[in-house]
Structures are given as C-alpha cells and as structure tokens.
C-alpha cells in the first residue's frame, strides 16, 4: 500500500484512491484467485463510480 500512496504522491496526486489485493497470489489456486479478484472488484466499483472528471 506504501508504494501505491508514494506513486500517487510523484504523480502530484496525492490520496489517489486505490483497491488492494489480498497477498499473496502466486501459489494460489482458481477458485482462491477468484475470490480475491471478486472482492478488489467490490473496492473498484465505487472508485470508479465515485470518480470525478
């Protein structure tokens, strides 16, 4: 999560808000995978939805 705050911050965007997924992946099977991904889609949605342009 630090790294994501600090790219936001060199990109003059400091609080960008983002999802994080739950570590680790890598060794992980489909269905561990999918649930993962199923709840970083339920923290994007209202980021994209909320995003003001």
């Known amino acids: ?26 060794n992980n099977d489909d269905a561990v995978l999918r649930i993962k991904a199923q709840a970083a889609v339920r923290d994007i949605v209202p980021l994209l939805v909320a995003r003001k342009g």
Do not use: T
């Open 1 to 26: 999560m630090r790294s994501a705050e600090l790219v936001g911050q060199l990109n003059g965007l400091p609080g960008y808000p983002f999802a994080v997924i739950a570590h680790p992946v890598a």
